[in-house]
């Protein structure tokens, strides 16, 4: 992938917007173990939100809501294009994107 402010050229779907998960939601996608599906709110209106996984969302609840200390670090955030990001989704709230 490659990239540049608010896209990112992806390998399999092409240029795509860019989005944020941390790294336990791209592992478990491509080692088809979900991880779960939270994402911030701080921007309602945006369609593709920064997501993390349950172990990153019990983590981030110690730290009152801020992505700080243990919990960004175990967050460490990953780029996924849109359609990624999608099929991410899809997949770790129990749907299967691949059907």
């Given at each position: 992938?490659?990239?540049?402010?608010?896209?990112?050229?992806c390998?399999?779907?092409?240029?795509?917007?860019?989005?944020?998960?941390?790294?336990?939601?791209?592992?478990?996608?491509?080692?088809?173990?979900?991880?779960?599906?939270?994402?911030?709110?701080?921007?309602?209106?945006?369609?593709?939100?920064?997501?993390?996984?349950?172990?990153?969302?019990?983590?981030?609840?110690?730290?009152?809501?801020?992505?700080?200390?243990?919990?960004l670090?175990?967050?460490?955030?990953?780029?996924?294009?849109?359609?990624?990001?999608?099929?991410?989704?899809?997949?770790?709230?129990?749907?299967?994107?691949?059907?």
């Open positions: 992938m490659t990239e540049t402010g608010e896209t990112i050229e390998d399999t779907h092409g240029l795509q917007p860019r989005t944020r998960v941390c790294q336990h939601i791209v592992s478990g996608l491509i080692a088809k173990k979900r991880a779960g599906f939270w994402w911030t709110t701080e921007d309602p209106n945006s369609p593709r939100p920064d997501a993390y996984c349950t172990e990153c969302e019990m983590r981030v609840r110690k730290t009152g809501g801020e992505w700080e200390g243990e919990a670090e175990h967050l460490k955030p990953q780029v996924l294009c849109g359609t990624c990001y999608d099929l991410a989704k899809i997949f770790h709230v129990g749907g299967n994107p691949w059907s």
